[in-house]
């Protein structure tokens, strides 16, 4: 592109008359310079400019949250706080799973934990969204150490992924035992296998389900 570009622009900017819609004019120039400016790089080679669009990083669009309680906590207390965990004005919809780490008998139940995802509102900060899920945890577990709260900011790709590996048979064949006592635990506790509000479920996930 030359600089004719710029000429251009001036030109039809003479022809305005009233000084209210000259600066009408520049006030819509300056927005759309702005924009380009934000979305495009702009080299100048002599009376070249070369408009380049930007790679932009993508956007978060969800949360992945695991929470791991401590063995003193009842199953129904850790129901209760996910729940008021999920009352947050940011937060579009939701899918979450509760599991247990046993793989026989003696040991069912032990370890249970939910894994959640998030489909949050835009222009939500981090550090804002961080605050409060962890001080809804505070005063049950140490939500600084992400092996206990684990926070993760996802694109769509990846809350695809991990639908995935809430709903599905997971790809390591050592936890489909585990899984299968999920099943057994969830029975005796009257559990839903998974919770959801205003959340999209993949058919995918869906035909690859485990019977629950």
Do not use: A
């Not at 008998?105 to 899920?133: A, N, V, Y």
């Not at 939500?143 to 926070?151: A, F, G, K, P, V």
């Not at 999920?182 to 506790?189: E, M, T």
């Not at 009257?190 to 869906?206: A, G, M, P, R």
């Amino acid at each position: 592109m030359s600089n004719n570009y710029s000429e251009i622009f001036q030109h039809n900017y003479s022809d305005l008359v009233t000084e209210y819609d000259k600066g009408v004019w520049m006030l819509e120039f300056r927005k759309l310079s702005q924009q380009v400016y934000e979305t495009h790089d702009i080299k100048s080679q002599g009376n070249v400019i070369n408009i380049i669009k930007k790679t932009l990083p993508l956007k978060y669009s969800h949360i992945f949250v695991t929470v791991n309680p401590p063995p003193s906590l009842l199953l129904d207390d850790f129901i209760k706080i996910i729940n008021k965990m999920l009352n947050k004005r940011w937060i579009k919809g939701y899918i979450y799973v509760l599991e247990q780490r046993g793989e026989n008998d003696e040991e069912l139940g032990k370890g249970f934990h939910t894994h959640i995802l998030l489909d949050i509102q835009e222009g939500i900060k981090k550090s804002e969204i961080d605050r409060e899920i962890k001080n809804t945890w505070k005063k049950i577990l140490d939500q600084d150490n992400y092996h206990i709260l684990n926070i993760k900011y996802i694109n769509n790709d990846e809350q695809l992924r991990k639908q995935s590996y809430m709903l599905s048979y997971k790809k390591e064949e050592i936890k489909h035992k585990k899984q299968e006592y999920d099943i057994i635990w969830r029975n005796r506790n009257n559990l839903n296998k998974y919770y959801y509000l205003n959340y999209k479920i993949e058919q995918t996930c869906q035909e690859n389900m485990p019977d629950l």
